[in-house]
């Protein structure tokens, strides 16, 4: 088992409109989906904690990361500023069994 500590709140690492939101911090969700409207940017930023296991984030078609729980807080910038018009997006997150994660999701400027 590993030492367990707090979910970061993700809004204080992570600056911009908040867009989409959402905390699993049960340990029994293991799969999410949630809709967001993306502009030219976006950020992405997850935290995990509670299991060894990946959480592989999905936040466009075509698009994927996957990273070890234990690693913690991560942030992604997704570049959409190629699309001819804003689009809405499916975020996907999927959870090792027993992980508590969380998912922000911003807009953003492009990253520098």
């Given at each position: 088992?590993?030492?367990?500590?707090?979910?970061?709140?993700?809004r204080t690492k992570?600056?911009?409109?908040?867009?989409?939101q959402h905390v699993a911090d049960?340990?029994?969700?293991?799969?999410?989906?949630?809709?967001?409207?993306?502009?030219?940017?976006?950020?992405?930023?997850?935290?995990?904690v509670g299991s060894r296991g990946m959480l592989v984030i999905v936040p466009q078609k075509g698009?994927?990361?996957?990273?070890?729980?234990?690693?913690g807080f991560g942030a992604y910038t997704v570049d959409h500023r190629y699309a001819s018009e804003s689009a809405v997006e499916t975020v996907r997150i999927e959870a090792p069994s027993g992980a508590r994660w969380a998912v922000l999701v911003v807009a953003s400027g492009p990253s520098t």
């Open positions: 088992m590993l030492p367990e500590r707090p979910l970061i709140d993700l992570v600056k911009g409109k908040v867009l989409l049960s340990g029994h969700q293991t799969k999410w989906a949630g809709k967001v409207k993306a502009g030219d940017f976006y950020k992405v930023a997850v935290d995990c698009w994927k990361s996957a990273r070890q729980c234990s690693a």
